[in-house]
Every structure is written in C-alpha cells, then in structure tokens.
C-alpha cells in the first residue's frame, strides 16, 4: 500500500499532465567574465510546471525589461497558485491578466539581475556619482 503511494506520487512529479506546460531551462552565458545562469520564462495565463533554475524571467509586458526572480522567492511571491511537488519542483496554476500585474508588484522586491543580463544596470566606478 505504502510503495502504491509512493510511486503514484513519482509518477505525478515526473508526469503531471497534458494540462501543464513544462518551463525550458535556458543557460545563459553573458559576454565577459561573468557566470552563466539557468532560467525559464514565466507568463501569465499558462499552467506552468517548474524544475529548479536560478532565475524566472517574468514578463512585465516590455521588450526590454524582464524582472529576475530568483527561483527560491517563487513560493513567496506566487503564494497560493504554488505547488509543491518535491523540495525543488513546482507546479504553478495560471496568474490570470488581471492578477498577473499584482504578482508583479509582489515580485519586484525580490528582482535581482544576474551579472550580465539584459536590463541589469551597469555597474559605476567608485568615482561615479550620476548615472
């Protein structure tokens, strides 16, 4: 009965359903010296399911900026619409349009820009003191 348990609960991780769509993991390696980095984009109105990466790319409805969130803050900021499969899987229930500018907004303490990423400011000269 236990094993049955078991592996009904390995079965759902590893095949969740035609309902949910399974994020690609991008690597991105930036010019220059700085570290590659593993993402995957995230939109709204999509069932999404999850494997670990160091950032989501969250679409904030601009061509040139995305907002990094770091995958350990997902559980926080997606509250509710986050499920649990394993410690680093997740299934994701769709954000509505109309939900998904209050994730957003939940989201942007929690943006970070990996080193060399598209939209990451650029970093200042201990001498600069304007942009």
């Known amino acids: 009965m236990r094993l049955k348990l078991l592996l009904d609960k390995l079965r759902g991780v590893q095949f969740p359903g035609d309902e949910w769509f399974t994020a690609s993991v991008m690597e991105v390696k930036p010019k220059g010296a700085s570290p590659a980095f593993t993402c995957s984009a995230f939109a709204p109105n999509v069932d999404y399911l999850f494997g670990p990466v160091d950032f989501l790319m969250l679409d904030t409805g601009s061509e040139d900026d995305y907002l990094f969130l770091p995958y350990e803050h997902l559980d926080n900021v997606a509250g509710e619409h986050s499920i649990a499969l394993d410690d680093k899987n997740r299934l994701v229930r769709k ?23 598209m939209g990451a400011p650029k970093e200042k000269k201990w001498w600069q003191f304007w942009n």
Request: aromatic share 22%; hydrophobic share 40%.
């Open 95 to 117: 954000f509505s349009t109309q939900e998904w500018s209050a994730f957003l907004s939940r989201a942007e303490p929690f943006r970070k820009y990996p080193a060399g990423a």
